[in-house]
């Protein structure tokens, strides 16, 4: 058995790793599959990928693309959910905050620097026509923080996953008052360069495993009731849920990425010389 530690938002994007992992379909191909959830997002999982204490991890797309262009110590080595994310850009329910116009210069609430809510915040500030500077991020760590800083304080604006944040909206702690979708991937799959080298048959079945969990999976009930229990949804809920969402296991096209490169440099989240480095494994 070689050990291959993974992880992943509490999400259920991830649901089809949960499933085979639960169906042992992983030890199966003599893989160790050790699941790791962290709440704080993707800026926590680059760290912990740099640090060595992860193999692999399932990103959004626009933080693992920034990550490697920084100088990460991984590469995508797959696609995982093709469709776009519903970012919801959420206020405090009890702000005077109501519609898209009234939002420009207000402070962002994000998971952590070079997180998906970092940078899709940074994209939507430039679409109403400001930059923010430092002292326009305040680091919340997770949704759970957000939904305490939103209790109190100043309004700040926090851009998360719409599906998820919904049970805040419906207990009067934010308020949804846009949504906004890039035009990239939503997930891919990273690997350490360092054990792809030295376990590239690991990488190789681990994704083939998961490539036959995204297939096993279609709009079914079974897949609905999964859903409602994974993510705590309504069926109402989890059926919209579904219809938005596309897995997908094999290498993205680098042409979807551009946009993705091009928004980096241009909010200079990334510096220009490194905004056309190797992202893949080769």
């Known amino acids: 058995m ?13 649901l089809p790793w949960h499933l085979a992992m639960e169906k042992g379909r992983f030890r199966e191909a003599g893989i160790d599959l050790q699941w790791h959830t962290v709440p704080e997002g993707s800026g926590r999982m680059c760290q912990l990928l740099r640090d060595g204490e992860l193999d692999m991890a399932i990103l959004v797309t626009e933080g693992a693309v920034r990550d490697i262009l920084l100088g990460g110590p991984h590469r995508i080595v797959s696609s995982f959910v093709d469709s776009a ?29 070079g997180s998906g809510s970092h940078i899709m915040a940074m994209l939507y500030a430039e679409r109403l026509g400001w930059r923010p500077g430092p002292h326009d991020l305040e680091v919340v760590h997770n949704m759970e923080g957000a939904a305490r800083r939103m209790a109190g304080g100043d309004p700040v604006i926090f851009l998360w996953e719409t599906f998820v944040t919904s049970r805040y909206v419906e207990a009067g702690v934010m308020r949804l008052v846009d949504e906004v979708r890039a035009d990239w991937p939503g997930f891919v799959i990273v690997v350490r360069e360092a054990y792809a080298l030295a376990h590239p048959g690991v990488v190789r079945d681990a994704l083939d495993v998961l490539d036959r969990a995204v297939r096993d999976l279609d709009h079914r009930a079974h897949t609905i009731a999964l859903v409602m229990q994974n993510a705590g949804f309504r069926e109402a809920l989890a059926k919209e849920w579904l219809q938005c969402v596309r897995w997908r296991v094999g290498r993205p096209e680098e042409a ?18 490194a905004y056309r480095s190797q992202v893949f494994l080769d």
């Not at 070689?2 to 991830?14: H, M």
């Not at 116009?101 to 609430?109: E, I, M, Q, R, T």
């Open 2 to 14: 070689k050990t291959l530690r993974v992880a992943g938002v509490p999400e259920p994007y991830n």
């Open 256 to 273: 979807h990425l551009g946009a993705l490169r091009t928004a980096l440099k241009d909010l200079g989240l990334v510096p220009s010389e």
């Open 85 to 113: 994310l519903p970012w919801g850009v959420h206020v405090p329910a009890r702000s005077a905050l109501m519609n898209p116009a009234d939002l420009k210069g207000v402070p962002f609430a994000i998971s952590r620097l």
